[in-house]
């Protein structure tokens, strides 16, 4: 992708919404245009570009989603329920 190229992002983002990335949890306080103002619970806050963090995210969930499917690999299959034994046998219906 070349510098010039824009990154299309699907994600959307709400004033008042909170949402998290690398440094945690922020509070979009205004967007206007192409840029957007969040606050971290700190107190921090920062301008940055909607494309950027609409990137994060969409990357976030992303791998949110791997973790998901190898955790879900990675668990052994259900067993069957085993019958229980009582030593009698039932006598074949006539």
Excluded: C
Excluded at 34 to 59: H, K, L, N, P, V
Excluded at 61 to 73: D, F, N, P, S
């Amino acid at each position: 992708m070349s510098p010039s190229t824009e990154y299309a992002t699907e994600y959307e983002f709400v004033v008042g919404g909170e949402y998290e990335n690398e440094k945690g949890l922020f509070t979009v306080m205004s967007i206007e245009k192409d840029q957007m103002t969040i606050q971290w619970a700190d107190g921090e806050g920062i301008s940055t570009s909607i494309e950027f963090q609409g990137r994060i995210q969409e990357r976030r969930q992303r791998e949110k989603a791997i973790e998901q499917e190898k955790l879900a690999a990675a668990k052994p299959a259900p067993k069957k329920a085993k019958r229980a034994k009582s030593g009698k046998q039932t006598p074949p219906a006539h």
